[in-house]
């Protein structure tokens, strides 16, 4: 099985910055797809960002140029560096990492963000 622990999460001021980090353990340790999604209050749960083990990025539009993903395999560890928060960001982040494309994905337990205007 496979452990997700996330951290990072708070509450920031409109323009301010956080940094979300994901460790995975367990008996599989080799993940192409590391990755984050999002879910605000009442809403479904949306794709922010992958990063693959090659280190190709993936990013939902409207955080572009603002957040940055990246992986540290040595430590089977991603990272989402959010800059520029606006209130809309505020949500729940979710971790998750997948051994490849068709395969299942594993979660963590989510990290709260809230961004005051």
């Known amino acids: 099985q496979v452990q997700l622990v996330e951290s990072g999460g708070g509450l920031v001021q409109a323009g301010g910055s956080l940094r979300l980090s994901c460790a995975a353990s367990?008996?599989?340790?080799?993940?192409?797809?590391m990755g984050w999604y999002r879910q605000a209050l009442g809403k479904q749960r949306d794709l922010v960002a992958y990063?693959?083990?090659?280190?190709?990025?993936n990013y939902v539009d409207s955080v572009k140029g603002r957040f940055t993903i990246s992986r540290d395999n040595a430590k089977n560890t991603v990272y989402l560096q959010m800059n520029g928060l606006q209130p809309e960001d505020t949500a729940v982040y979710y971790c998750?990492?997948?051994?490849?494309?068709?395969?299942?994905?594993?979660w963590g337990q989510g990290t709260q963000v809230t961004v005051s205007s």
């Open positions: 990063i693959t083990s090659a280190g190709r990025t």
């Open positions: 367990g008996s599989i340790v080799n993940f192409n797809f």
């Open positions: 998750y990492v997948r051994i490849d494309v068709g395969t299942r994905s594993y």
